[in-house]
């Protein structure tokens, strides 16, 4: 009889020890949750205009945590999102961002999709909307203080800065540093950090897989800093096996603890 009850204690606490172990793996698995960022505002192939309306409801549509969108701002002062200087690739007209004014903008229409180009504040709406964040690529050459300032006051109007990500320029990276997170590789953390205004939340580590190790993955974890690895088309322009490659990256970023990801749609199935 003692040996029965003996029996059905070890197997309660064989079942207790798997149950524990199932929800510490479980809790594990949940916090090495990937964020996915879609680069060129959206989910864009040979269908969807790169910052676009249907680029963007196709990346909410498919769970993205944030976009990766384009600064630049019209004739007339208004920001907008296009990655090109120009109007060619998509629109077809040879005209520069910086030579139109919204008004002119606003009336172009995509030969691939008909798509309009965007105004920021509607993808920032838009963002806020679907529960997306935000990565921005500032494309504004200069430091043009008054176009910043109504940026972050932009952001804060759609509740984004908080969790908002730029890639910021040589000019303005002194304006934005502590009000937004900004890239950086690891030389350059480092000699952030070295800063007396130094805050881990003020930066993240943005680099491409070629130059990512496991080191850099655990240094980064271990300073509380955020890393993202970029897989984009650009970084494979000189591949032979473009998807090949972009496989192989993305399989080695997982293998070495990278969660975070500005990606291409095209790649995006390899992080699935």
Known sequence: MKMIKSGRLMNCIRV???FCLFMLTDQTFAQQKLMLIAHRGGVVDSTYTENGL?????????????????????????????HDADFKRYYHVDKKVTDLNWSEISQLKSALDGNVP????DVFQFCQKNKMSVMLDNKI???????????????DKYQ??????????????????????????RQQLEENMKRPDYQPEHYFFFERPAKLTKDDVDWADKNRILLVAAINKFHYRKSVDLMNDAGEDCKRMLEIGVTGFQVDSEFSPFLH
Do not use: H, W
Request: charged share 25%; aromatic share 6%; proline share 1%.
């Open 141 to 155: 050459a200069g430091l043009d203080t008054v176009l910043f300032n109504q940026l972050l006051k932009m952001l």
């Open 16 to 18: 207790t020890v798997a």
């Open 118 to 121: 965007m105004k920021l504040e």
């Open 160 to 185: 984004l800065r908080k969790t908002a990500l730029m890639i910021g320029t040589d000019e303005s990276t002194a304006f934005f540093t502590g009000k937004i997170k900004l890239s950086c590789t």
């Open 54 to 82: 249907p680029a963007l409801k196709k990346a909410a549509a498919e769970g993205y945590a944030m976009i990766e969108t384009d600064v630049r701002v019209t004739k007339d002062g208004i920001l907008f999102a296009n």
